[in-house]
């Protein structure tokens, strides 16, 4: 049994076209993103109900001695593979005035989160790449995107989150900033994902990170998926879909902003983006922290 249903995905990156041009997806122009208000999120606990609920009845045995372990043996670890943003090799455009490359924000964000993720038991956390190059040695560039979300596919993993980090005009001193989440339009990943998405764009706007929404992106000239509804815009995500999980993007902070952009050059502050994503996730799965006797 599973506690994972996840709910989110992993968006995938492509910026909203601007002048990162990411990864390799031509069709990453942004314009208009449907905002998914934040109030749809009232039910995050929900989930936490089910969760334990199920977690007490599936072991059948009643007997003191046994409960403990039991529920812990037969929990299945969530799979989650965090996926950071280009590599050196391709897919994003910095310009030299921000003082940052959003491959390494992004790797730095991803390696934070992950280390914290295995501070908590039942999930075993991947990354698609841990260090410049890019994933997709054979192709790389527009291919590795694929190659991400293939990854996580064949890892069976419960949730795909990409990392990134925004921006617009892509000159110093740009006026939007703030943190976006994009999620899945596939019927049975929508509601989860906005909940899991809102945790993350909570957990983000302490570190003072305007929360801009969680947001669904769709493109009709993709076509549909098996659900008959819209393919989301993002590659990340479609892959995601077609792959059997769920695929999420989040784009922490504009570069080009001079708040968003400050905070980014702090390498303290991003790694507490990392930890703020992935208490966000844990918080979703229901996670616990390790005790210190289980290693
Ligand atoms: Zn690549
Ligand atoms: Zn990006």
């Not at 076209?17 to 122009?29: Q, V, W």
């Not at 199920?54 to 003191?64: P, Q, V």
């Amino acid at each position: 049994m599973k506690q994972r249903k996840p709910g989110c995905y992993i968006a995938a990156v492509l910026l909203a076209g601007l002048m990162l041009g990411g990864c390799g997806n031509p069709n990453a122009k942004a314009n208009t993103a449907e905002s998914v208000s934040a109030s749809d999120s009232e039910t995050v606990s929900e989930s936490e109900e089910i969760v334990s609920a199920e977690a007490e009845t599936e072991n059948g045995f009643e007997t003191e001695t046994e409960t403990e372990t039991e529920i812990e043996a037969e929990t299945d670890p969530i799979v989650i593979v965090l996926d950071p943003g280009h590599d050196s090799e391709y897919c994003t455009r910095n310009h030299p005035d921000l003082g940052v490359n959003e491959q390494d924000l992004n790797l730095t964000i991803a390696l934070a989160c992950r280390d914290r993720l295995q501070q908590y038991q039942g999930v075993d956390v991947y990354m698609t790449r841990e260090d410049g190059s890019c994933p997709d040695a054979e192709h790389q560039g527009e291919y590795c995107i694929e190659k991400r979300t293939g990854y996580a596919t064949d890892l069976g993993a419960d949730l795909f989150v990409s990392l990134h980090n925004n921006g617009t005009t892509g000159v110093y001193g740009a006026e939007v900033n703030g943190t976006e989440v994009y999620v899945s339009n596939y019927s049975a990943y929508t509601e989860e994902g906005k909940k899991l998405g809102q945790m993350v764009l909570d957990n983000l706007a302490q570190l003072d990170l305007n929360p801009r929404g969680v947001f669904v992106r769709t493109k009709e000239e993709k076509g549909h998926y098996d659900d008959g509804s819209v393919q989301d815009w993002y590659y990340l995500i479609s892959y995601s879909v077609e792959g059997g999980h769920p695929g999420m993007i989040i784009e922490h902070a504009y570069m080009d902003n001079p708040h968003d952009n400050a905070i980014l050059k702090d390498e303290a502050q991003l790694k507490a983006m990392g930890t703020a994503d992935a208490d966000a996730i844990a918080s979703y799965y229901n996670l616990q922290i390790k005790t210190k006797t289980e290693n």
